[in-house]
């Protein structure tokens, strides 16, 4: 299955408080797990990703949590920011004939509020 | 550096209108991809190329045409413009050896009456 299940739709969170997002896939085949952000009218830009091997990853305040087992992985934001709003897309990268493209989820959007 | 550069910004076509968006990176990336973005749908892949003079379908590729003729452009055609491809179209590159990063542009939004 060629899907990432993405939730929640949308989220709002107050100013220091932890948000997380989270998302679901079934294609045992799929090798990295991307997280990207997104500004309004902006394009995506990478903010923290992880292989399947590793069980959670750290950069900052964002952390990746990841379930081989459960074939789930997850966003954590400590200390959410105002300026942490924007939407979030979870990916996973599949090989389709000779390289490697990335299904994206339904995207979260984040309002922190101060 | 510039990045991955999108023209035009905004665009609204007639029904039937055909038009060429332009993508355009600076980084020597083989890999190039577009996507479109709906409104809670995330982003679908439209086509993909690893290389100049070779591109492949992506998972929505119905309606549109692509060419790689160098390393640097990969132009999106679009012929005979529908509603249904109101959109933000999204190009992005990616590095070879082993880099799974996509760079994207700042998006080009499309709207078809």
């Known amino acids: 299955q060629q899907q990432v299940k993405q939730s929640p739709q949308s989220l709002i969170v107050q100013k220091g408080g932890i948000s997380i997002i989270n998302c679901a896939y079934e294609n045992t085949a799929f090798d990295y797990f991307p997280w990207y952000q997104q500004f309004p009218g902006k394009g995506p830009a990478l903010l923290i990703a992880i292989r399947p091997d590793v069980s959670e990853k750290k950069e900052g305040r964002f952390t990746i949590s990841f379930n081989k087992s459960a074939k789930q992985f997850s966003l954590h934001i400590m200390d959410s920011q105002p300026g942490d709003s924007a939407t979030y897309f979870c990916?996973?990268?599949?090989?389709?004939?000779?390289?490697?493209?990335?299904?994206f989820g339904k995207g979260t959007k984040l309002s922190v509020k101060p | 550096n510039a990045g991955v550069t999108q023209t035009p910004k905004f665009r609204i076509l007639k029904i039937g209108q055909s038009m060429t968006l332009q993508c355009a990176q600076d980084?020597?990336?083989?890999?190039m991809y577009w996507y479109r973005q709906d409104p809670g749908m995330g982003l679908k892949l439209i086509y993909y190329s690893v290389g100049a003079g070779i591109t492949d379908k992506g998972e929505v590729p119905n309606g549109y045409n692509v060419s790689r003729s160098t390393t640097e452009d990969f132009p999106l055609r679009l012929e005979l413009a529908a509603p249904s491809q109101t959109s933000v179209y999204f190009c992005?590159?990616?590095?070879?050896?082993?880099?799974?990063?996509?760079?994207f542009g700042p998006g080009t939004r499309l709207t078809v009456t």
């Open positions: 990916a996973a990268n599949y090989y389709g004939g000779s390289q490697g493209n990335l299904i």
């Open positions: 980084m020597n990336h083989n890999y």
């Open positions: 992005a590159s990616k590095g070879q050896g082993g880099s799974y990063e996509q760079y």
